[in-house]
């Protein structure tokens, strides 16, 4: 399986110390564009969680992207990249959280996958606990400033609690 991962993911389960569930859950075979690792390795990202990227950047295919097509204006240029990566190697999934990332890989028949969508899918897996699993996503939306509106959290509880 091929995965082509976005910043937001790779930057959030950092934050909460779960970015070795990427490979663990989707395999192997992670291909990352050049503009994703600029941007989540900054001067100004936290030394710890750096240092969590770069572990994990170590195990990735870390691709220069040329004749980057431009997907939508209201995406970075990180964004564009990932997904012009993602349609080029004909990517199973595009881990990504941006709502217009995922409509555009959508649209170009890539499966998007999000930071949530892969903490669910590691505790169907058994990857993490339910308690584990609800832990993350509220230290996410609580610590790390990760948005979400209302119903979708709702909707995650009560799949997390196996009421859904």
């Known amino acids: 399986m091929i995965v082509v991962a976005d910043a937001s993911p790779l930057i959030f389960l950092a934050?909460?110390?779960?970015?070795?569930?990427?490979?663990?859950?989707l395999g192997s075979d992670i291909r990352v564009p050049r503009a994703v690792r600029e941007e989540v390795l900054t001067p100004r990202t936290d030394s710890a969680e750096a240092d969590v990227l770069a572990d994990f950047l170590a195990i990735c295919r870390v691709e220069n992207v040329t004749n980057v097509r431009r997907f939508a204006s209201a995406m970075s240029a990180a964004d564009n990249e990932a997904l012009t990566l993602a349609v080029?190697?004909?990517?199973?999934?595009?881990?990504?959280d941006d709502r217009?990332?995922?409509?555009?890989?959508?649209?170009?028949?890539v499966q998007p996958l999000g930071t949530l969508g892969l903490l669910l899918r590691a505790m169907r897996q058994t990857r993490l606990t339910p308690a584990e699993t609800r832990k993350a996503v509220d230290a996410l939306v609580r610590s790390h400033g990760f948005r979400i509106d209302t119903a979708l959290y709702l909707a995650v509880v009560r799949t997390i609690e196996g009421r859904d």
Not at 15 to 25: C, D, M, N
Not at 100 to 109: D, F, H, K, Q, S
């Open 88 to 96: 080029r190697r004909r990517a199973d999934i595009l881990l990504c």
């Open 15 to 25: 934050k909460i110390r779960r970015l070795a569930l990427v490979p663990a859950v």
């Open 100 to 109: 217009i990332v995922r409509l555009m890989a959508e649209t170009e028949g």
